[in-house]
């Protein structure tokens, strides 16, 4: 998943992960902002698996034997 970053006026970092609405997250440093993003998108991941939702982003990933 591609994570869009800037910096904004007041120094803090924001990243965002378009392909998941929603997933945005500051830092005080690039890094942390990006660590913020992924660990968010995970649980918005982790949620939709719950709900018996699609994640188009991962439906490649998974393989169940039969």
Do not use: N
Not at 14 to 23: D, F, L, N, R, S
Not at 41 to 48: Q, S, T
Request: hydrophobic letters at 45%; glycine letters at 4%; zero cysteines.
């Amino acid at each position: 998943m591609r994570i869009e970053i800037e910096r904004e006026e007041d120094g803090r970092w924001i990243a965002e992960i378009p392909e998941i609405p929603g997933v945005m997250a500051y830092g005080d440093t690039r890094k942390r902002a990006i660590s913020k993003a992924e660990a968010l998108a995970l649980r918005v991941m982790a949620d939709r698996l719950e709900h018996e939702e699609d994640i188009p982003e991962l439906k490649e990933v998974f393989a169940v034997s039969a």
